[in-house]
């Protein structure tokens, strides 16, 4: 089995539920002081169970392994539990007015994933518009040395510290279930494409609407895969999103952009990753939604067996 853990009480644990409803999001109600977090949504939560225990405990079974393991995966299928956190009007990463650029977004995070002594994964801040220039070719992201000067997208260390934590009165954390569907070709699919949109915290969290949707979240997700030749994970989508595989950075697309396209191919970076068949690794998925007027989101992959791994949550 791969590593447990027992989540801090202020989330909440939603069994799987069933695929994803047709895509005709509910529009949430208008601002307000008060996070909601009982509506409906694009994605029909099971409904939530308590954790019991203390928030600065965490019950671990048993270390997780970095490096790979030869375990057998018996509790896996082809769905991401998802931590959402909407995030409250105000926050200077969000909804800020600039709606970024394509090719600014490499090397906003370190390469190495941040794992604590307590077993909290996180990616690391490393510069507010990245480390250089992007382009995408053949869904394969490379990086060049700048030719302009570009604004930062992410304020500093400290803001960019709240995507992915627990902070009171700054985001409401929100967990979905995204089931992936056989498409009959050996690929799995979740595509918002023909839907409203990528819109998982509409008339929850905060409620903040703009253009009749809650934007302004982000989504991470940590499973355990078996590897095997030939594998390839795809994102298409806005905004950031960073996917560590093996602790590495395997997919980078961070940034505020229109919909784009990349793809993990394994076997390519098998040693940049350190990964080799047979074993199983972590996959740690980041993304981020933060400016109007779209929001995509779609995933196809051959990997068709995830393990969930609950990882401790960090407040701030």
């Not at 799987?16 to 509506?39: L, Y």
């Not at 956190?85 to 200077?92: I, L, S, T, V």
């Not at 993990?264 to 993304?287: C, K, R, S, W």
Request: charged share 25%; proline share 5%.
């Amino acid at each position: 089995m791969s590593a447990k853990y027992l989540l801090a009480p202020s989330l909440f644990l939603f069994a799987c539920s069933s695929s994803i409803a047709d895509g005709s999001a509910e529009k949430g109600q208008q601002g307000g002081s008060d996070p909601i977090d009982n509506a409906d949504s694009i994605f029909a939560p099971s409904p939530a169970v308590p954790v019991d225990g203390d928030e600065s405990t965490l019950n671990i079974e048993e270390p997780m392994a970095e490096e790979g393991s030869e375990e057998k995966l018996d509790d896996c299928d082809a769905t991401l539990e998802l931590i959402i956190r909407d995030f409250k009007a105000g926050h200077p990463d969000f909804l800020n007015g600039y709606n970024g650029q394509d090719d600014v977004g490499c090397g906003m995070v370190k390469p190495d994933l941040l794992i604590g002594s307590d077993g909290s994964r996180q990616p690391e801040f490393q510069n507010g518009r990245g480390t250089g220039k992007r382009s995408v070719n053949e869904k394969i992201v490379s990086c060049q040395d700048w030719d302009y000067d570009p604004p930062d997208e992410i304020q500093s260390a400290s803001s960019f510290g709240d995507w992915y934590a627990n902070v009171d009165g700054t985001n409401v954390v929100v967990e979905k279930t995204l089931e992936l569907t056989d498409s009959g070709n050996g690929k799995f699919v979740y595509d918002s494409e023909g839907t409203a949109g990528f819109f998982p915290v509409d008339g929850l969290g905060w409620a903040d609407e703009t253009q009749g949707h809650n934007f302004g979240f982000t989504t991470e997700a940590h499973v355990r895969f078996g590897y095997e030749l030939g594998q390839e994970f795809e994102f298409s989508g806005d905004d950031d999103m960073w996917i560590f595989v093996n602790g590495r950075l395997a997919l980078d697309l961070g940034g505020k952009h229109n919909e784009l396209t990349a793809k993990i191919v394994f076997d390519d970076l098998a040693d940049e990753l350190d990964i080799v068949p047979g074993q199983t690794y972590n996959m740690d998925i980041y993304h981020a939604e933060r400016q109007p007027a779209s929001s995509n989101f779609r995933v196809e992959t051959n990997i068709s067996c995830f393990e969930v791994v609950e990882v401790p949550v960090v407040i701030r």
